[in-house]
């Protein structure tokens, strides 16, 4: 098997675990009663842990096998089996709309996997390290800024920080390429230093995309983390670390095209599974008790390579397009570490 057919195979098991647990996490979830550390005592929290642990080190395999153009986007696919998983398992159904998103991104994914073309893994030099780091960390810090500016704009503001988490994430992931290849032959310790700009930017992914659905509700800053994400990492792949697309020029304006396509698919699976009037005339017995959104395992989706799982208050929920005495559920989209 090449190498390339390898991190298809371990992007695709990933993005099934993570669908798997978040089903599972959504079970218990359900199955519990409004006290906080209540799914702590489940097994099946502690096996949706295991899922999600599986699936974040299945994408760090697949990245040291794969172009970075390739297995970013197809963390997707995890929003994309979550739909049928939660059908069978959950019994929620998913609208028109939401399948029509479904093989959006299935075919925007497929088109842009037929493209992909056999490279040798590349790594990033400490100097490029260092200044993609420092970029990376000043782009953020220009957001936050231009985000505190808007403050009196909410649905603004939110955007502004969900492009950030995105961005976050989608580097995060790019230092995770850059040190799996340095150790496919062995670890040393000239990979410390990013292991700690990975820790950075996941932890500052958390705290944007928490800052994102606080102020936004969940629908636009999760289409625009889901997103920015893969974008940003597919582009550093190809200008940085020199990966191709076959047919040239041609086959690179079709990978831009097979990149739409999926992009749009992508916002209609997230907007439709948060935003759909049947999610909001029926609200969760969980979604009326104070403090139940910040359980354990609180689903809120992060990153494929960062499976760190975030929380909103109760009284942040319902923002998404629900009125304030009903607040929607923050069930009605399964726990998907996103786009990866």
Request: proline share 6%.
């Amino acid at each position: 098997m090449s190498a390339l057919a390898l991190s298809v195979l371990l992007s695709f098991v990933s993005a099934v675990a993570y669908a798997g647990g978040a089903v599972v996490q959504e079970r218990v979830a359900d199955s519990c009663s409004g006290e906080r550390f209540a799914p702590l005592r489940r097994p099946g929290w502690w096996a949706a842990l295991g899922l999600n642990g599986l699936g974040g080190v299945l994408h760090v395999v697949a990245l040291a096998f794969g172009p970075l153009s390739l297995v970013q986007p197809l963390g997707a696919l995890t929003i994309v089996f979550a739909l049928p998983l939660a059908a069978l398992f959950v019994g929620r159904k998913a609208g028109a709309t939401a399948w029509r998103g479904a093989v959006m991104a299935t075919a925007g994914l497929a088109g842009l996997l037929s493209l992909v073309g056999a490279s040798e893994a590349g790594s990033l030099g400490p100097a490029q390290r260092t200044a993609l780091a420092l970029v990376t960390g000043g782009a953020l810090v220009a957001l936050m800024v231009a985000a505190r500016a808007v403050h009196r704009h909410p649905a603004v503001r939110s955007v502004l920080l969900a492009t950030g988490a995105g961005a976050a994430f989608g580097m995060s992931s790019v230092f995770t390429k850059t040190v799996a290849v340095d150790w496919s032959g062995g670890a040393d310790l000239a990979g410390l230093p990013s292991l700690g700009v990975i820790a950075v930017l996941s932890a500052a992914g958390v705290f944007l995309s928490q800052s994102a659905y606080r102020d936004g509700g969940l629908a636009a800053p999760l289409a625009t983390l889901t997103v920015v994400n893969p974008v940003l990492a597919a582009v550093v792949g190809i200008v940085l670390f020199g990966e191709t697309f076959r047919h040239g020029t041609m086959g690179t304006v079709l990978a831009l095209g097979c990149g739409v396509v999926t992009c749009g698919g992508l916002i209609l699976l997230t907007t439709e599974r948060l935003g759909g009037p049947a999610d909001r005339e029926a609200p969760s017995d969980t979604a009326r008790v104070p403090g139940a959104a910040r359980v354990p395992g609180a689903r809120w989706p992060v990153d494929p390579a960062a499976p760190v799982l975030t929380s909103v208050d109760d009284k942040d929920a319902g923002r998404d397009g629900s009125d304030g005495d009903t607040p929607a559920d923050p069930r009605s989209l399964p726990d998907v570490p996103l786009c990866a």
